[in-house]
């Protein structure tokens, strides 16, 4: 497993990390014992981080993650890194009323997150959305409380905008943001993506399968699960679900030519955007089975030169993806995106 180090004073991690959301939330039931035992597959290939949320299913995949750790050979578990955003608020029927970035609740959200993950520290802590009422420096103060108490290693920072990332990195060392970045997600290259570098900050980037569109494993036809987030997503709405499609098609044209799958294609250029870019990202890769998570690893071994690159960008223009990223009302909430 190749590693890299998250920005200048972040942690040494593996080059793809397992984001875990969706072992308990958001895309509908989930296997249980199949989401351990993913889990237990990444870090016996030598996958070290683990992302997460303590409001993923109201604290399930946190639990989730620390029975897997629990039960993983020690010296696997003892290389795991745990990335841990919060103050997301939830009500007890699912729903979602804004951010907490009170220092007072950092410190609390903590607590609760350090003993369901059954570990001494968090590895990264991030909130996982501003608090428009309370300034980043004051939520990234607590944190670096909790870094100076041994209770967290890292600070991270999720979702926010060039001059916010300038804003926290005045306070405290800053590893990495946790920001969405795929083929068809490429806002940040305009000004965070080149910040991000300036600052020697990493980046962690999610959704870089687009949460299944741009997989290659979405078909026209396919029928979403209830409680799946996606059936309200708009990419994957009418006509923009049948252009997002169109644009799979034409990568999967370049994937059977090199002889992989579009998912490995997909990842290897977000991989491939490090080196460009002066910034290290590492891809966190969604898979909730066993061969998913082979097939994303899949991607370590591609190599995409730069016709290879040419031939991507032509097959899937930035700015070519129909529809937002999520619905208006959650887009309000990201400060990246304004």
């Given amino acids: 497993m190749r590693t890299l180090t998250l920005g200048t004073t972040g942690p040494t991690t593996s080059a793809i990390g397992l984001g875990c959301m969706g072992m308990s939330a958001l895309y509908g039931e989930a296997d249980r014992t199949e989401s351990v035992a993913t889990i ?23 639990l989730l993650i620390g029975e897997a750790l629990r039960s993983a050979p020690a010296a696997r578990r003892e290389q795991a890194l745990t990335s841990v955003k919060f103050g997301a608020l939830r009500d007890p029927d699912g729903g979602w009323y804004g951010y907490d970035g009170r220092p007072a609740a950092v410190k609390n959200f903590a607590a609760y997150s350090l003993q369901r993950l059954g570990v001494d520290h968090i590895d990264v802590y991030r909130i996982a959305r501003l608090d428009p009422d309370v300034p980043v420096e004051e939520t990234v103060g607590a944190i670096a409380e909790l870094v100076e108490k041994g209770h967290v290693r890292h600070i991270g920072l999720s979702e926010v905008g060039a001059d916010t990332l300038r804003r926290a990195a005045a306070v405290a060392p800053i590893s990495d943001l946790q920001i969405e970045y795929s083929l068809i997600s490429r806002s940040i290259e305009a000004e965070i993506l080149p910040t991000a570098a300036e600052l020697g900050i990493g980046v962690t980037a999610y959704g870089v399968l687009s949460r299944g569109l741009i997989s290659g494993h979405f078909t026209r036809d396919r029928q979403l699960a209830a409680g799946d987030f996606r059936g309200m997503s708009p990419r994957f709405q009418g006509d923009n679900l049948q252009r997002n499609l169109d644009l799979v098609d034409a990568l999967r044209a370049i994937a059977d030519d090199k002889g992989v799958s579009v998912a490995q294609t997909a990842i290897a250029w977000v991989l491939a955007q490090g080196p460009k870019s002066g910034a290290a990202i590492v891809p966190l890769v969604g898979a909730r089975r066993r061969d998913r998570l082979a097939e994303a690893l899949g991607a370590l071994d591609i190599t995409l030169d730069d016709a290879d690159l040419a031939a991507v960008e032509q097959a899937v223009p930035a700015g070519a993806v129909a529809g937002a990223r999520y619905p208006e009302a959650q887009m309000a909430h990201l400060d990246s995106e304004h």
């Avoid at 996958?47 to 997460?52: E, N, S």
Wanted: negative net charge; glycine residues 14%.
């Fill in 40 to 62: 237990h597959a990444a870090l016996e290939a030598g996958v070290t981080l683990l992302d997460t949320g303590d409001f993923y299913a109201m604290g399930h995949n946190e």
